[in-house]
Structure formats: C-alpha cells, structure tokens
C-alpha cells in the first residue's frame, strides 16, 4: 500500500520549483512525478519515499494538498504486458482513473502507476495473476 | 442590554420633536458661524427661520466628500478652534483627508453613543474588550475606547495587527469582546489556527464589526471560525467616528442614534427622499455635533430603513447593513455590480472561503471581470476536471445572481494578500 499526493498549482514559472524545494528542503525524495494542467491551473503528483512527512510540509507550507492510495506494478519491459495488466482490471470491471509508467531496466522491467477507484480489488486482482505489486519499502 | 432607555425606547413622536429642536438650533448655529453652510443657504434661499420640523431637513443643502475635503483643515469649524480637544481624520487614500474635530460634549456624546454601541451586545463592567481597530487619526480605536470606558468595562487598547500578541493577549487575558474589520478577524482565526489555538475554548462571546462592508455569509463564517456572535457596527469619520449605528443581539438592522444623527434615503440620481423600505443612499445630519457638524452628508452607502419597533424594544430606526457604495459599484458591461454581492454569491458555494479579489480590466471595447478564489483543502480534488467543474460552478452561480459573466480563477492558498485592516477587493486596471 501506497499513497500518492496531488498538489494544487498555478500554471506558471516557477510554481512547481517552490514544491520540489520545499520537499528537498526537508530531505524527502520523490520517486514518481507526473503532472497535468488545464490553462491556467494544473495538479502535480508526487510519488514520495515519506508520504506522510512529505504531506505534512507542504500542508504547513500553504498547499492545498491531498493524499490517495495507488497501485504501483510491475510488469516486464516486452510487447503486451501492459495490455496483459489492463486486460486484467477491465475484466474485473475497475476503471483506472489516471495511470503513467516508466521503464525501470531496458528489456526487463517497467513501473506502472494506476489510479484506481476500487483500490483493494484491483490490488487482489493483480496479485491473483501473478503481477507483482511493489510495496512500501520497495519504494 | 440597553445603555439610555430613555432615548433608545422614546416614543416617535416625542422623538421627532427632540430632532426639530436640535435641528433649529444646529441650523441657526451653522448658519452664524460657518461661512461655507450660510453661502449654501443662500444660495438654495434657505433661511434659519425656514427650518421649524424635522421634515424642513429637505430644504437644506446636501454636503458631499468633496466638500468636506475643499474645506480642509478647519474651514467647518463652528466653534473657536481653542474649544478643540481632540481631531482625528479619514484615511486620505485618495486625497486631503477629511477632518473631524470634537470639542468636550462632542466627546461626551461620542462616549455615549459607543456605550449604547457596546451595550447592543450586552457589554457590562464586567467585560474584557480587546480593541483591535487602530488607535491614532483613525476613529475606531478611540472610539470604541469611549464607549468601553464610559461603560467601565476593562478595554485593552491592542490597536490593530500584530497578530501573534493578539492571540496571545486574548488567551492571557480572557478577553471576552472582540473589535476589528472583518477580515482582520478571519485572519486571526486562520493564524490561531495555525498556532494550534482553539478559539472554541476561549472565553470570547460577541465582536463588533465594521469599517469595511461584509456580507451576512461573512458573518456565518466568523461566528462559525470564532464561536463568537458577530455584530455589525456602522460610523464614519464625517460624522462622528463610529457610533453612528449598531446592530442589537437581534441581528436584525443596524440601530441609528436617531437623536444625535439624522437619516434620509435618497435617489442618488434625483436626489429625491425616498420612502420607508427603498434601497438608496444613506444621507446623515449630525443633530447635536458642535466642533464639525454636518447637514445632510452624502454618504455614498447603499442601504434602506425600517422604522418598525424592534423586538429588542428599541424604538429608533434601523439601517440595513450596508449593501454597496454609488462609488464601489462597478459598472460592468453595463451591469451594476456591487462587490458585496459577488461576496455573497462566493460564500454560498459550498467550501469556498472569504478570500478573493476582483479583478477589473477592459479588452477592447469590452470589460471582464476575473474573480480570483483561493484553492483550499475542502474544494481541492486531485481531478483536473472536478477543478474545472468547481471554476464552472462559481461561475454560473456568479451569472445568475449578478447577470454577467465573469471569469473565477482557481489561486494557490494564501496567495490573496492579507490585510490586517480594510481588505482590498477590487482592481481595476480598466484606463478609462
């Protein structure tokens, strides 16, 4: 189990640096970012190894922050897997609400991060098909 | 609690008759020893003998701000400037300030119109009134002051900002009264929140509000923030200071001194008198003031009147909060916008807090207005498109209350400047 914040910004120079500095400020790495935005707004995601403390500081530094459980999965770097996991979830009828992944090693490995409304049987679901799911110190 | 029985439960007629004979005297008064009121008269060809009823007041000359800054410092003076004892002025943010000179009665009175204020929201000498309007040339501070101590409550004279020693002053000595803006008094409540004090626990009971116009959701968010009642109190340096009017227990209309300070509601257009119950410009006499008074000021606020007896058991006439200025109000494509108004629509959206700001600009030939609302924890959703719902529903909300469109803007929290005075809404970059 896993938590991902997502952080309130306005869409202009130097707003996403004022984050990253708070959290590297207090010693907190960021394993995931993604980030999305719509004219004038966006909502940044952090992925970050203290989840709890990274919420904390940037509560206390006035963001509007809020904190929710993903999945993250691993699945091997070929043709198919990520439709072999996808296949999965639709099956089961779990919508994913927002997902982003990246290769971890060339040809081996690639982290997918999933949003997903039903979030304990999507996490049961990949786990009955033998799709491993990383855990909280693995981060 | 009612501080002057005597005058605050007097029986209208009676009233009346007090108000005609401080109006002769004042008019005869002002006639013999100012010179820019007897050149007014004369000018409209109105005599001191004209002046016998309450009612005559419609045949006097109106005063405007301009006015009273052309006659800067002492040109209204209607006494020698020996028997001053005190002057405090308006802000002068846009100009010569206005100068408001008192000699000792006025001070007397002054005393004993904030006592009443004061005892609207039963304030006894028991009390601990933590004053946090500014002391100095501002009226607020010193006003309150009076009232506090003609009362013989315990009023500490904190003056405004420095928001630390506020709350640590209110914790340390049980202040249980609370003067401010508005907003200064949300901004207490979000640094006490910060500092982790609950003002649930503290001893406060009832505030006094003013010197800037809030909207009753404003009113629902302080009392909510600071379990508090809050109360509105109206005044202005033209007149007195405050102590002009005040809201009882009842929250039901702003209580006018009526036998110090007259009030009309004019057409601000026709500068016609306007019946019982229709909204327009305040217009105020100052009945029984000596070192400065002023006939028939054009105060710029937007309210109405109601002269029915309140269930308080007061008898004086009373205002509705203020509900916008002829020279706050925006004209919008054509659209008379008050600012109050966006306020109320804002607040009544669910989690939107009181922090925003207008911003006012031209594009061409057309005017847009942007509202900027500050993002809190309660409207924030890590969806880009609920964001975008939220931004969409402060706008049709804004729509159909005020007619024209307008664009909200979804800002970082605590990216609005604070103010630890009168807040500044609007900005408007229109060049006109």
């Given at each position: 189990m896993r938590y991902q914040l997502s952080i309130f910004m306005e869409n202009r120079p130097g707003k996403l640096e004022a984050i990253t500095k708070i959290l590297a400020q207090n010693n907190i790495n960021i394993r995931g970012i993604s980030?999305?935005?719509?004219?004038?707004?966006?909502?940044?995601?952090?992925?970050?190894?203290?989840?709890?403390?990274?919420?904390e500081v940037l509560k206390k530094a006035h963001f509007a922050v809020s904190k929710r459980e993903i999945v993250i999965a691993l699945i091997n770097d070929t043709p198919g897997s990520l439709h072999d996991l996808l296949k999965n979830l639709s099956s089961n009828n779990i919508n994913v609400e927002d997902c982003y992944g990246i290769v971890l090693e060339e040809g081996e490995k690639a982290a997918i991060v999933l949003e997903v409304e039903k979030f304990p049987e999507a996490e049961r679901v990949l786990k009955a098909n033998n799709i491993t799911v990383m855990s909280d110190t693995e981060i | 609690m009612i501080w002057n029985d005597h005058y605050e439960t007097m029986e209208r007629d009676r009233l009346k008759q007090v108000q005609s004979r401080s109006l002769r005297e004042l008019v005869e008064r002002v006639y013999k020893k100012v010179p820019f009121y007897r050149r007014k008269m004369d000018e409209q060809g109105?005599?001191?003998?004209?002046?016998?009823?309450?009612?005559?007041?419609?045949?006097?000359?109106?005063t405007t701000k301009q006015e009273m800054r052309d006659v800067y410092p002492f040109k209204l003076l209607a006494v020698d400037l020996s028997d001053i004892v005190e002057i405090h002025t308006s802000s002068g943010t846009t100009g010569k300030p206005v100068v408001d000179a008192y000699t000792l009665r006025d001070i007397d009175t002054w005393s004993e119109v904030m006592a009443r204020t004061l005892s609207m929201g039963d304030v006894t000498r028991q009390d601990i009134v933590?004053?946090?309007?500014?002391?100095?040339?501002?009226?607020?501070?010193?006003?309150?002051?009076?009232?506090?101590?003609?009362?013989?409550?315990?009023?500490?004279?904190?003056?405004?900002?420095?928001?630390?020693?506020?709350l640590m002053i209110m914790q340390d000595f049980r202040s249980n009264v609370l003067t401010c803006t508005p907003s200064y008094s949300l901004y207490l409540a979000e640094a006490a929140l910060e500092e982790g004090i609950d003002f649930s626990k503290l001893p406060l009971r009832v505030g006094f509000f003013g010197a800037e116009p809030w909207s009753e959701g404003m009113r629902k968010e302080i009392e909510a923030k600071l379990h508090l009642k809050a109360l509105d109190i109206f005044g202005l340096t033209e007149i007195i200071g405050p102590g002009v009017a005040q809201e009882c227990m009842c929250q039901d209309g702003l209580h006018i001194f009526e036998d110090h300070f007259y009030p009309e509601i004019i057409d601000p257009e026709t500068e016609r008198l306007?019946?019982?119950?229709?909204?327009?410009?305040?217009?105020?006499?100052?009945?029984?003031?000596?070192?400065?008074?002023?006939?028939?000021?054009?105060?710029?606020?937007?309210?109405?009147?109601?002269?029915?007896?309140?269930?308080c058991g007061r008898t004086s006439v009373r205002m509705n909060r203020i509900l916008g200025r002829t020279d706050d109000m925006l004209i919008i494509r054509g659209v008379n916008v008050f600012p109050s108004q966006i306020e109320e629509v804002l607040l009544q959206v669910e989690g939107v807090e009181p922090h925003y700001q207008l911003?006012?600009?031209?594009?061409?030939?057309?005017?847009?207005?942007?509202?900027?609302?500050?993002?809190?924890?309660?409207?924030?959703?890590?969806?880009?498109?609920?964001?975008?719902?939220?931004?969409?529903?402060?706008?049709?909300?804004?729509?159909?209350?005020?007619?024209?469109?307008?664009?909200?803007?979804?800002?970082?929290?605590k990216s609005i400047p604070r103010s630890e005075g009168k807040a500044r809404r609007v900005i408007d970059k229109r060049q006109v």
């Open positions: 980030l999305a935005s719509a004219g004038e707004f966006g909502v940044v995601k952090i992925i970050a190894n203290e989840s709890d403390r990274a919420y | 109105v005599k001191p003998s004209d002046i016998n009823q309450i009612i005559d007041i419609v045949k006097l000359p109106f933590q004053n946090a309007y500014g002391y100095g040339l501002f009226t607020g501070g010193l006003g309150v002051h009076y009232g506090a101590r003609r009362i013989g409550a315990n009023v500490i004279p904190i003056s405004g900002g420095n928001t630390k020693r506020q306007l019946p019982e119950g229709e909204k327009g410009e305040l217009v105020l006499t100052t009945l029984t003031k000596e070192g400065t008074p002023v006939l028939r000021y054009r105060t710029r606020d937007i309210t109405y009147l109601n002269y029915k007896t309140c269930r911003l006012i600009d031209r594009k061409g030939q057309l005017d847009s207005i942007e509202i900027q609302v500050e993002m809190i924890e309660k409207l924030f959703s890590d969806e880009i498109k609920m964001l975008e719902k939220t931004e969409k529903k402060i706008e049709n909300a804004l729509y159909s209350s005020l007619g024209v469109h307008s664009k909200v803007k979804l800002v970082e929290p």
